[in-house]
């Protein structure tokens, strides 16, 4: 059995926070999708098409990462794509806590997939697309945070 993992978010943008955890999961699993979610209640700063030719180019070389988008529940696209991992990376406890009930639910709703948490590693912990896309609006230069791939 393939042991292929889904990394779901906005990636609004992807940073090099998120470049870490899909590198170090490499050795990890078979394959990884990066699982762009769309949510019709959600703005989005960029647009998904943007944001799925970047992070395109930041793998275009990595046979083992596809980038697709999907709407609705994470377990119901993983179902989809014979995926049994979902990973998800912590840069604190805070978002452990975050994440811990999503795993719980999860697991309850699909318990053939399990959550798999990689901590980010330490120089990047403080990077988050929020702050990064606030730098952006703000005319600030976010390029040290976002893997070169991606020319803002």
């Not at 609004?12 to 699993?29: E, M, N, S, W, Y």
């Not at 769309?38 to 943007?50: D, G, M, T, W």
């Not at 944001?51 to 930041?58: A, D, L, T």
């Not at 120089?123 to 803002?152: H, M």
Request: hydrophobic share 45%.
């Amino acid at each position: 059995m393939k042991r292929i993992a889904v990394f779901p978010g906005s990636f609004d943008p992807f940073t090099l926070g998120h470049d870490d955890i899909v590198k170090r999961a490499l050795p990890l699993f078979d394959h990884v999708i990066i699982a762009i979610g769309v949510n019709a209640s959600k703005k989005y700063h960029f647009p998904l098409e943007l944001r799925m030719e970047w992070i395109g180019k930041v793998f275009a070389t990595e046979e083992k990462v596809s980038v697709k988008k999907y709407e609705g529940l994470t377990v119901d696209f993983c179902r989809g794509n014979g995926a049994n991992f979902i990973l998800r990376g912590l840069r604190s406890n805070v978002d452990f806590e975050f994440e811990k009930p999503i795993a719980h639910m999860n697991t309850a709703m699909a318990n053939e997939i399990e959550t798999v948490f990689l901590v980010t590693s330490p120089e990047l912990s403080g990077i988050n697309s929020t702050i990064v896309r606030d730098i952006i609006k703000n005319g600030g230069n976010a390029s040290q945070f976002l893997p070169k791939e991606i020319e803002i």
